[in-house]
């Protein structure tokens, strides 16, 4: 699959060499080329770089790194991104004291759907520091690391699901567009529980079905006003 890169940071740059070991077609554009260059000259072989609108052309899927920046203003236009799978990982910026302030509008997810209306956006791998990635692959296999994905295109959903574990994650599928917000949240607590709480760039978050009960020992569950 050729995947792409609008933005050459610290995420785009795991992500990116990651992917391309596994036998992706990579691609790392930036509004500096120089960067770019240096994000491919750290992989293996064949990784491509050059400028924004030259990633947005080459990505079947192309994943969105540049924070508080729609594609809108860093492409001269986001026509090549019609009908393409276009990732958004980012979190809000980390406010003084983790005093983040609810979530009541709509995601980034959201805003990325609105500014890039003719691709299919899918929010995923913002639940994770960028050196979760310097384990191999069968390592996080084995820590069942969570990748949550949502959004509004089933397709869209099971790409980001394949990539997922392609990178060695554990995928769970959260549906609808509009549970970003839930996992923009989600992003916000973890990145506290790494830097706030100080469990370092290493704190994941790991979803587990467990057994069920045996009977209901406990009265069991009652209806809500019961």
Same mark, same amino acid.
């Given at each position: 699959?050729?995947?792409a %890169?609008?933005?050459?940071?610290?995420?785009?740059? @795991?992500?990116?060499?990651?992917?391309?070991e596994?036998?992706?077609?990579? %691609?790392f554009? *930036?509004? !500096?080329?120089?960067?770019a260059?240096?994000?491919a000259?750290?992989?293996? +072989?064949?990784?491509?770089?050059?400028? /924004?609108?030259?990633?947005a052309?080459?990505?079947?899927?192309?994943v969105?790194?540049?924070?508080g920046?729609?594609?809108?203003?860093?492409?001269?236009?986001? @026509?090549?991104?019609?009908?393409?799978?276009?990732?958004?990982?980012? /979190?809000?910026?980390?406010?003084?004291?983790?005093?983040?302030?609810?979530m009541?509008?709509?995601?980034? #997810?959201?805003?990325?759907?609105?500014?890039?209306?003719?691709?299919r956006?899918?929010?995923?791998?913002?639940?994770?520091?960028q050196?979760?990635?310097?384990?191999?692959?069968?390592?996080?296999?084995?820590?069942?690391?969570? *990748?949550?994905?949502?959004? !509004? !295109? @089933?397709g869209?959903?099971?790409? &980001?699901? !394949?990539?997922?574990?392609? #990178?060695?994650? /554990?995928?769970?599928?959260?549906?609808?567009?509009? @549970?970003?917000?839930?996992?923009?949240?989600?992003?916000?607590f973890?990145?506290?529980?790494?830097?706030?709480?100080?469990?370092?760039?290493?704190?994941?978050?790991?979803v587990?079905?467990?057994?069920a009960? /045996?009977?209901?020992?406990? +009265?069991?569950?009652? &209806?809500?006003? #019961?």
């Amino acid at each position: 699959m050729r995947i792409a %890169f609008i933005g050459s940071g610290n995420m785009a740059r @795991a992500l990116g060499i990651v992917w391309a070991e596994r036998g992706h077609e990579v %691609f790392f554009g *930036s509004r !500096d080329p120089a960067k770019a260059r240096a994000c491919a000259a750290l992989g293996p +072989g064949g990784i491509e770089s050059g400028s /924004n609108d030259q990633a947005a052309a080459f990505g079947e899927v192309v994943v969105h790194t540049v924070r508080g920046v729609m594609p809108s203003a860093v492409l001269a236009s986001t @026509a090549a991104l019609t009908g393409k799978v276009l990732v958004c990982i980012n /979190n809000r910026a980390i406010p003084k004291d983790f005093a983040f302030e609810p979530m009541m509008g709509p995601s980034l #997810a959201e805003a990325l759907a609105a500014d890039v209306p003719k691709a299919r956006v899918v929010k995923a791998f913002n639940t994770m520091a960028q050196e979760v990635f310097e384990h191999p692959r069968a390592t996080l296999q084995g820590y069942d690391v969570s *990748s949550f994905v949502c959004g !509004d !295109d @089933a397709g869209a959903r099971q790409v &980001a699901v !394949d990539l997922s574990r392609d #990178a060695g994650l /554990n995928p769970v599928d959260c549906g609808p567009l509009r @549970a970003a917000r839930m996992l923009e949240s989600m992003g916000d607590f973890i990145r506290y529980m790494m830097f706030g709480m100080k469990h370092g760039y290493f704190a994941t978050i790991s979803v587990r079905d467990i057994a069920a009960a /045996n009977g209901h020992r406990l +009265g069991g569950r009652k &209806a809500y006003g #019961a």
